[in-house]
């Protein structure tokens, strides 16, 4: 099997790598993250000789050593690495590295014998027990001293130690300034195919990084000449965008990313270049980027329930895709970062009608709505009809908008870690408010694997699937990507059950053991053996 070698310097030091070109790309990662001696969390980055940032796969173009690459160790949240060496410091070991072994043994041990042994369990159950109690002495703290409904500025997160929900001056302004020295940069062909496709790993890229990869997405669809967009006008709203996502777990500039790279990927995918004109597709681009604008991590149940200063604004009528679609046009009225400020009023009307339109389609209360609507036009659907299109619009955003599911699971799992880490966080304000507790929110009703399966079998795959029938070619690129991530999940449910029935027989039969002559006789208790053996 011909085998690949590729020359590198990491820190100034010489190193190489060897491997088949079949490898996968996340052993190729892997085998450089080795040689880089890099953190679990760290971000990799890779430079050609000319100074363009390329992506580590097995596509990699050989090379010789006198014409190395460049190979960069980032640290993946600077913020959290120094709470962590605080925590650490503080308690005499590491439990964040401590969670993670856990976690990874515990996978492994699923995997080869079916189970989780009774003494991992303890350990897990411990950890769990120390990081939820350290979770609520700062989430009552913030509840008790911080809630106020006020404009306060540096308001802190629930989600983070010592970080403020909205972010900082000094913080934005350390990524205006990377982002502008990076944005005259010439990003690699290599880069530019792969930010077309679903399978696109987000966690590489940091905040600046991410907002040239936006300025490529506008500047490779032709956005720039088509509708007049000064680069500087471009830099200063994608920077704006950036500034106006919190600081939560979900729902930040990263899912903005996310989204509308999904979306990017998919007009490209699906040539809609050909079928749809430029401002359409300025609408769908554009609505991703703002969708989620000022999101606070708490969903419209809880705005609606908790009675918040949106909720009354928009009479309990989508509060937050209202706010979103306010917040992106104030971002918009402004003229330093206003993009369609070259356009005619009938153009501008249309765009910020098809915007508005595409972001109130992404509260979930629609859905069904949306879904039936579409499904009734498929038959005789016609690109040359607005009100086709406008739904078709409308699909996309959704399908762009809960499409995690539809990448790598290395790219998809961590970010439904976060998703309920804000699902726990709203339940547990619900409970300590007297609010209604959100189902599927509710951390002691729900685990990581329920949470998915009847979300993907109901919602996400009904959905890809109408649309992959207007677009036969997306069956390989997310339908069946998805249905991998259904058989994962339903996999790691049925182990977890297995192992809830195994822990409790097992509870059952060291309490008839300490019973003396308490009526559970000998022949029950070695029933009962017999049946978790049988099990296991």
């Not at 690495?81 to 699923?110: H, I, N, P, Y």
Request: charged share 25%; net charge negative; proline share 5%.
């Amino acid at each position: 099997m011909a085998a690949k070698i590729i020359y590198f310097t990491v820190n100034g030091r010489p190193e190489q790598a060897e491997f088949p070109e079949s490898c996968p790309a996340q052993d190729v990662k892997d085998l450089f993250r080795s040689a880089a001696e890099a953190g679990p969390h760290d971000i990799l980055k890779l430079y050609n000789p000319k100074g363009n940032i390329i992506n580590i796969s097995p596509s990699l173009e050989p090379n010789s050593p006198n014409s190395c690459y460049k190979l960069e160790v980032v640290a993946a949240d600077c913020n959290s690495e120094l709470l962590d060496m605080e925590l650490a410091g503080a308690l005499g070991f590491d439990l964040l590295s401590m969670e993670k072994r856990l976690q990874g043994l515990e996978k492994k041990l699923l995997m080869e014998a079916g189970e989780t042994p009774a003494v991992v369990y303890e350990m897990k159950k411990q950890v769990d027990s120390f990081r939820e109690k350290l979770e609520s002495v700062e989430h009552l703290s913030w509840l008790g001293l911080f809630k106020d409904l006020s404009d306060e500025t540096h308001k802190p997160s629930p989600f983070y130690h010592k970080r403020t929900l909205h972010k900082t001056r000094k913080e934005c302004e350390k990524v205006r300034e990377k982002f502008v020295q990076m944005s005259s940069l010439e990003v690699s062909d290599q880069v530019r195919q792969y930010l077309k496709t679903p399978t696109f790993d987000n966690w590489q890229w940091e905040d600046a990084e991410i907002m040239v990869l936006l300025q490529v997405m506008y500047t490779d669809l032709e956005f720039i000449p088509t509708f007049d967009i000064e680069p500087e006008l471009l830099q200063h709203f994608l920077f704006e965008v950036y500034r106006r996502y919190n600081n939560i777990p979900f729902h930040n500039f990263k899912h903005c990313f996310c989204v509308t790279q999904m979306m990017y990927g998919l007009i490209w995918l699906t040539d809609l270049r050909s079928k749809m004109d430029s401002i359409d597709l300025m609408i769908m681009l554009t609505s991703a980027v703002c969708h989620d604008l000022d999101h606070t991590g708490y969903n419209n149940a809880y705005q609606i329930n908790a009675r918040t200063e949106l909720a009354l604004r928009y009479n309990d009528i989508s509060p937050l895709e209202n706010h979103h679609c306010a917040v992106a046009f104030e971002i918009l009225e402004k003229a330093e970062s206003n993009i369609f400020r070259n356009l005619s009023v009938d153009q501008y009307k249309r765009i910020r009608e098809g915007i508005i339109k595409c972001i109130l389609a992404t509260d979930m209360t629609r859905h069904n709505e949306i879904l039936i609507k579409f499904k009734s036009i498929l038959p005789t659907f016609d690109f040359t009809n607005k009100d086709h299109k406008d739904v078709l619009m409308m699909i996309l955003i959704k399908v762009s908008d809960i499409s995690n599911e539809a990448r790598p699971m290395e790219v998809a799992e961590p970010w439904l870690d976060c998703l309920l880490q804000e699902f726990y966080n709203q339940s547990d304000v619900e409970k300590l408010e007297g609010l209604p507790v959100t189902p599927f929110m509710d951390r002691d009703k729900v685990t990581k694997p329920s949470s998915q399966t009847g979300f993907i079998r109901f919602v996400l795959l009904p959905l890809f699937m109408e649309l992959a029938n207007l677009f036969p070619c997306l069956e390989q690129h997310i339908i069946d990507p998805v249905r991998k991530a259904l058989d994962y999940y339903t996999e790691m449910e049925k182990a977890l059950e297995r192992e809830k029935q195994n822990r409790a027989l097992t509870e059952k039969i060291v309490k008839s053991s300490d019973t003396c002559g308490g009526g559970h006789s000998s022949t029950d208790s070695q029933s009962d053996a017999e049946a978790l053996k049988a099990d296991v």
